[in-house]
């Protein structure tokens, strides 16, 4: 598989993620079939997924000599996957595969991949939250985009010249992203509940 191609595969998997909010890619090429891939994946609970890979293009696939995968909530690391070698990881059988975990804990990992950190995150991270809201008795509602809300969160415009209470809106919406619409009249809520204790106690018809 080319660099090329290889990229064109990275970016699909981050675009058909149903967790991705947007990414950054950036491809710094050292020869023809030898590339160092980096950038940052944004969440659509606030999170972020950065990743790195050294990769290099050969008759059998692509070689990947280095990568790292790094979950986090702003400072706060979540997990990261990678490969380097940590002398707190040499007594592993898995070394130098390893994953840190939230609390500093280094724990054995086989080789992994960017869609499987997503994998990861999608069926664990972001399912716990959904199901910490139903044992919490939140309103869990499946917009037009197929996003849960939550964890993903709701806006409201909050340019309202009528003063009446305005509709909540996935972030996807065409409302929201239509072009001329100005970002800072919106506001976030983390959820439908605290959309509604605000008095905004509709969804809008056209996203949900």
């Given at each position: 598989?080319?660099?090329?191609?290889?990229?064109?595969?990275?970016?699909?998997?981050i675009?058909?993620?149903?967790?991705?909010s947007?990414y950054?890619i950036t491809?710094d090429?050292?020869?023809?079939?030898?590339?160092?891939?980096?950038?940052?994946?944004?969440?659509?609970?606030?999170?972020?997924?950065?990743?790195k890979?050294?990769?290099?293009s050969?008759?059998?696939g692509?070689?990947?000599?280095?990568?790292a995968?790094?979950?986090?909530?702003?400072?706060?690391?979540?997990?990261?996957?990678?490969?380097?070698?940590?002398?707190?990881?040499?007594?592993?059988?898995?070394?130098?595969?390893?994953?840190?975990l939230?609390?500093?804990?280094?724990?054995?990992?086989?080789?992994?991949?960017?869609?499987?950190?997503?994998?990861?995150?999608?069926?664990?991270?972001?399912?716990?939250?959904e199901?910490t809201?139903i044992?919490?008795g939140?309103?869990i509602m499946?917009?037009?985009?197929?996003?849960?809300?939550?964890?993903?969160?709701?806006?409201?415009?909050?340019?309202?010249p009528?003063?009446?209470?305005?509709?909540y809106?996935?972030?996807?919406?065409?409302?929201?992203?239509?072009?001329?619409?100005?970002?800072?009249?919106?506001?976030?809520?983390?959820?439908?509940?605290s959309?509604?204790r605000?008095?905004?106690?509709?969804p809008?018809?056209v996203?949900?």
């Open positions: 598989m080319s660099i090329d191609k290889y990229i064109v595969r990275l970016e699909s998997i675009t058909s993620s149903p967790i991705v947007s950054n491809i090429r050292k020869t023809g079939d030898i590339a160092f891939i980096s950038g940052s994946i944004e969440l659509r609970d606030g999170a972020s997924l950065d990743f890979e050294f990769i290099e050969k008759e059998s692509i070689e990947k000599y280095k990568y995968y790094n979950y986090r909530s702003h400072n706060n690391v979540i997990f990261r996957y990678d490969n380097s070698p940590d002398p707190r990881a040499k007594k592993l059988e898995t070394f130098p595969y390893h994953k840190h939230k609390n500093l804990d280094i724990v054995m990992s086989r080789e992994m991949s960017l869609i499987e950190g997503l994998k990861e995150i999608e069926g664990t991270y972001f399912m716990m939250e199901e809201s044992m919490k939140e309103v499946n917009c037009q985009k197929g996003h849960s809300h939550p964890p993903v969160r709701v806006v409201v415009a909050t340019g309202n009528t003063n009446q209470p305005r509709p809106h996935c972030p996807e919406c065409r409302e929201v992203t239509k072009q001329g619409v100005n970002k800072e009249n919106w506001e976030e809520y983390p959820d439908i509940r959309a509604e605000a008095g905004h106690d509709k809008c018809s996203c949900f």
